[in-house]
């Protein structure tokens, strides 16, 4: 049950101060890892060709995680380098600097797997300190992340998790919330506001690395504009006429981990820049030279989303209008608030379709009937299927992992490879090292490509939903649609609509309900438009 | 006073934060003069505190002097042109007889009448203004003594100290408070009116009820208009509000784009009270920021302090500038 008002109240009144200990943790070997991997980055996305660019966002996507999950210091550190070749190629097409930076960051990298992780053992012992002495605790975090946490200790359970704004609203009030990561409202490790602006805990112990920064206006109060943590670290004065100031914030900061000087790399500097400003930094340079998009996510309550350009309007149908003429609308994601609606995303088919029809999904069922064929073939061991890919320029991290995905059954979407040279090599290799010969019929990989593509909502790409015209076309059919879309709205969170057989457009429309739209990501065209579980699209968050 | 929320536990006395919406949305509404005011609070979680506000302003309203039957009769005669309705019954006002109101019937045409039968003649009556329950078309009743709200005790017990509120003001509709209801459906605001409840002498009403808000039929007496975000339509025509209370950023970000979108339509001119939910996301937080920002080039602080919110309530006030 939600707590109510009055006792959200009392507990504010109740609590005379509220402590943000941040513990941040040292770790020299990490610190310098950090340094090299930074090195490799700004080259690659300065002078990276596709191929390249897409195993920076890779790494940039692991040094993220890095730094906002407890994630224990194993191979994948070693794994993630290694998909920039060997010592020879990174050489040649790098330079001495970066290779050097690659061989320390390999070499630190195996150190750090032998010490095992600070942040780890750290966070380890609070929360059985907690738990020990029946202190109410909550971790905010991803729920993907969950698993690294409950690796920690045996007594952690589900319900010691809070996962979001929704989630953090509706909890009862505890004595310890636990976060790991500096404070963000965007990207990696980001979370509410309100942690800072409507505790419901008198304690926030941060567990951070040491050089990562919280954002200065993190703990925002609406009215007034100010911020707890500007204020924590002394940026601007303090009023107590603000809830900032009323709510009494003070901080504690210690520092723990391995604080010792690493004598074999010679390390003793803590990062020197943060990584996330960093990160921003190098990102937003590439996306300039590149012309990459501001866009829009649009995510669905199925937990799917769309990314659309910022400025680009959308389609959508409002079930609460009651005049049905006013219920489909033309809006910028940007400019109106969606929640509620349905997004209405059209699966018009073009000339080029041919036969191919996603419904019966004729050509997900043959490919992924051989894929999973090899993965039963090879229960254990999958690493030869992915070192096959991998030499096809399939440079994916956790390739074992996503090789089971693709098998999954189409639902909102076929489950596949996002690329279509990924997809190709995977058609590929089954065809000629597994013996499927089925998958090497004419045309194959292209027709099932296209029906992936059609799952993805982009079957009128390629530049033509820019023309306005074509969006108001869109709309009046949609308009003269509306009896079918009122009907076909039976209370799910996603619908079909067919267009009529007489009109000029053969297809169909898909109606998502929206739940949120998160503004300011910076994306290639090329993912624009399609639609993914939402966790895709953490690559494009900062 | 006894005050509910929605897990239903009884609390013996307003909780302080109650007290203080309520004493805002009535200074709130003591204090509108000609310098348009846009008042922010932003409160620790979801809550009713949209409707608390709006409750605080009607409550100054019911403490200003009604109209009188003498203005009664001329806004009865400057709609003389309007068909008038009591119950399912037309008429259209004659004039004023001594201060009852005179009404001739509005006989409907009927095709399939038998011509035999004689034609039926219209009636006209006269009786005094507030036994006829009269009410424009799509409006709600001018005036009644049936139907007035029945709410006074708990009115008065909710009204700041020194505020004294007219019997005969609960016989009359007004519009000059409107209530925004959250973007996301009117569902979710009415389900947060309808939760919280008072009570006192034995007599309970929740916030709904207390706000006489329409619900379905005209034949009411009603003080406070209801405003879809996501239609764009007001639950009643009337005067152009001179309050509006917004329930979340979404409704307040409509109601400002409406009031900038031209400087004649009904919210132009209204002073705007936003009611926001710090749990809210950082994307809805910051696009009240950037519109705040924006409105401060023609808006400049209040610097005049109001009573000092408690504790997880902050407050802002700005003027327009002149």
Known sequence: MIMNVTSCFDFLSNCESFTLDRKEIVSNLFGDLRKQIRVILEAMYENGNDYEIEIAHELRTRLSEWLTVPVPFDGALTNSLQLLGDRNTIERRWGDKVVRAFETAVSISESMQQNGSPMRRSLGDEIVKLLRENTSIQIYAHPRSVEHFLSLCNALTEEHFLYGNIEYAASEPFDVLLKVGPLRSVGWGKCPDALLTSPKFHTLAQFVWIGSSDEDSFGQDPVTGESVINILTNKTSLDVTDVCGALNWSLKTTRSGDTLPDPEHGVKDEPDEDDFSFLFRIQSRYADVNRERSAALIKFVNAYGILVPSHEAVLVYDPEKNDENDAIELVQPMGKHLEGCFFALPMIETADFGEVHVEKTNYSKIWKGCLTDVIKGHPKDLSELSQLLRMNKVSLLNLDGRLPEWCNPPSTVIPAPRKWEHFNALIAVLGKHYNKHELLADDFAKKAWVEIRRSRGNAINEGREEIRTQKELEFDLLKKMILKIVNANTGKNEFTVPVPPDHDLHGSYRFFLVESVEQGLVVPDTVLREIHSVTEFDIWRG | ?322
Not at chain 2, 9 to 20: D, M
Not at chain 2, 159 to 181: E, F, M, N
């Open chain 2, 1 to 322: 006073m006894k005050f509910a929320e929605k897990d239903g536990t009884y609390y013996e006395c307003l909780p302080e934060w109650v007290a203080y919406l309520l004493r805002m949305g009535c200074e709130f509404a003591g204090q509108i003069n000609k310098r348009q005011k846009i008042s922010l609070i932003s409160m620790p979680c979801d809550s009713p505190g949209a409707g608390l506000v709006a409750l605080g302003a009607m409550i100054s309203y019911l403490s200003a002097r009604p109209l009188s039957d003498e203005e009664i009769h001329r806004r009865l005669e400057n709609g003389k042109s309007r068909t008038l309705f009591s119950g399912t019954d037309m008429f259209r006002y004659i004039g004023d007889d001594r201060g009852k109101a005179v009404i001739e019937e509005i006989i409907k045409s009927d095709k399939r009448r038998n011509l035999k039968r004689p034609k039926k003649e219209p009636i006209i009556r006269t009786a005094s203004l507030n036994g006829l329950d009269l009410r424009f078309e799509d409006e709600t009743i001018i005036v009644s003594s049936n139907k007035a709200l029945s709410y006074l005790h708990i009115y008065e017990k909710l009204a700041p100290q020194g505020v004294v509120i007219y019997d005969r003001a609960l016989q009359q509709s007004h519009s000059a408070v409107c209530i925004v209801g959250k973007r996301k459906g009117l569902s979710v605001t009415k389900a947060l009116l309808f939760d919280t409840c008072f009570e006192t002498d034995g007599k309970t009403a929740n916030l709904l009820e207390l706000l006489s808000l329409v619900d379905g039929s005209l034949d009411v007496v009603s003080r406070v208009t209801m405003y879809n975000a996501r239609t764009g339509k007001l639950d009643r025509p009337g005067l152009p509000p001179e309050i509006v209370v917004a329930d979340g950023i979404d409704a307040f970000l409509k109601i400002v784009e409406e009031m900038q979108r031209s400087t004649n339509n009904i919210f132009s001119g209204c002073n705007i009270v936003v009611v926001i939910d710090r749990t809210e996301k950082r994307e809805k937080l910051d696009s009240l920021q950037t519109k705040v920002s924006e409105l401060r080039q023609w808006y400049e602080p209040d610097l005049l302090e109001f009573s000092v919110p408690p504790k997880g309530i902050a407050y802002a006030t700005y003027f327009k500038r002149i």
